[in-house]
């Protein structure tokens, strides 16, 4: 359930009509809802509930912050008591700017850099997810040179596959992440004997997107076989992250596993572990609390094929469709209850700029608004400047108000960072 909703004909962010943001802030703007984060963070751990039960341990969630990263979204979320879970030097910054308390953030990631590592250890961040032996011994080194201790836990690869689009999927023998589980104990029982570091758990994350829960409890019966041969060789195991990846709707007839199913799931799949769990969701917290707003640039007669609607969002704002073949619901702000079948693209020179094609959506004409719905998770976040179109800014609704979360970047800002050599002047 989310807070875009038509009311007396018009769309609306909880109490705010659209068609005001877009005057007032101008188009392409994401416009995220307060109380649908809220409410999608509140099902989230309200699902997680039979695992605190069975567990008698309440669970951390850690916001995957590459899902929206925007300062004010983990501000919502970090007063719903979640964590983050970071993949870089920067979302680390944004997390606690954001007054994520250090010991709820979880570093996970196959590449942090030694400076990276190092800020983890000078903010002393909860847990360091290990995704290598060699990033183990260095994280070790650094840690013991300056009399530290770092939380880790070993990430490994379960060797599953999650079903899910193959650019989403990590878990799977051949993709970069974790260790593989053949070689886990030999693994953790290296880096476990390091002074430097608290190896104290393991960590998995086996793809994003996932409609079927079944991949991961085979995945976490796969962890669950080695916390039983990790802690009978003798290590102390307290702490396991299970990582994030439910999916959610994108297109009416999408039946993702609920919350609920998964916490039930999870409740099973752990029973008898007797560790602190982290889960690090992103999409279904975030998805469906933001839409891209965007208004019709003008109508074209297409070839042979249906007409094309060209908005004056594109690729570079919303990069999924291009890059995964994804789908975004589209639909307009005013509808009129007519409809028609288009493709619908962005002004972007490529023919990859397409949004949909052959769709069947509510009429509309140049001027019109429109949304393309479920933008919140991987949206604004992927975006880029190409074609030097500047990044869009973003919107923050609550209730009957709204604020602008990040200001719109224009192409010359970003040109302003460029700079003609002494070498090529005339
Ligand atoms: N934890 C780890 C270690 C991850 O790699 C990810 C996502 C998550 C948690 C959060 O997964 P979620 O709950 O959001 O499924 N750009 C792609 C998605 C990439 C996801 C990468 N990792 C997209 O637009 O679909």
Redo the contacts with the bound molecule.
């Keep these: 359930m989310d807070h875009f909703q038509l009311k007396n004909g018009a769309m609306y962010a909880e109490d705010v009509p659209l068609s005001r943001i877009a005057e007032e802030v101008g188009t392409p703007v994401y416009v995220y809802s307060r109380a649908t984060l809220e409410r999608h963070a509140r099902v989230f751990r309200e699902g997680l509930a039979p695992v605190a039960e069975a567990s008698g341990r309440e669970p951390l969630c850690a916001f ?1 912050v ?2 929206n990263p925007n300062l004010a979204v983990l501000k919502v979320l970090s007063r719903e008591g979640f964590g983050a ?1 970071v ?1 870089s030097g920067g979302e680390l910054v944004r997390a606690l700017t954001a007054g994520v308390p250090a010991d709820k953030i979880v570093f ?2 196959v590449g942090k850099t030694r400076a990276e590592l190092q800020l983890g250890l000078d903010k002393a961040i909860g847990q360091f ?1 290990i995704e290598s032996t060699e990033e183990g011994r260095e994280l070790a080194e650094l840690a013991a040179s300056q009399g530290l201790e770092a939380q880790a836990t070993l ?1 490994i690869n379960p060797d599953v596959d999650a079903r899910t ?1 193959e ?2 999927s ?1 878990g799977r023998a051949e993709n970069k ?1 974790g260790i593989p589980l053949v070689r886990a104990r030999e693994v953790f029982a290296e880096l476990a004997a390091l002074p430097g570091l608290n190896l104290r758990g393991v ?1 998995v ?1 086996i ?4 409609l079927d829960l079944e991949p991961m409890e085979v995945a976490f019966a796969k962890v669950g076989q080695l916390v039983a041969d990790l802690r009978a060789d003798g290590h102390t195991i307290t702490h396991v992250d299970l ?5 959610v709707p994108y297109k009416a007839g999408d039946v993702p596993p609920s919350p609920a199913d998964y916490g039930r799931m999870v409740a099973r799949a752990t029973a008898g572990w007797d560790v602190h769990l982290t889960f ?6 975030a998805g469906n609390a933001g839409v891209l707003l965007t208004r019709v640039v003008r109508v074209k007669r297409g070839g042979n094929g249906p007409p094309f609607v060209i908005v004056d969002a594109a690729m570079n704002d919303l ?2 469709p291009a ?2 073949g ?1 789908w975004h619901d589209f639909d307009a702000v005013a509808p009129t209850g007519d409809r028609m079948v288009a493709n619908i693209v962005g002004p972007i020179c490529e023919t990859g700029d397409t949004f949909a094609t052959d769709r069947e959506v509510d009429a509309l004409q140049s001027g019109d608004l429109a949304v393309f719905r479920t933008a919140g ?2 949206g604004a976040t ?1 975006a880029s400047s190409y074609n030097s179109r500047g990044f869009v800014p973003e919107v923050l609704v609550d209730g009957d108000k709204y604020a602008v979360v990040a200001d719109r970047i224009p192409a010359d800002a970003i040109m302003d960072a460029e700079r003609v050599p002494d070498f090529l002047q005339d």
């Design positions: 995957a590459k899902a879970d993949v996970s990631g997810n990430r689009h650019k989403i990590t992440f960590a994350h793809g994003s997107q996932l990582g994030g990846g439910l999916g690090e969701p992103g999409r279904v917290i990069a999924r890059m995964y994804a998770a991987y992927m």
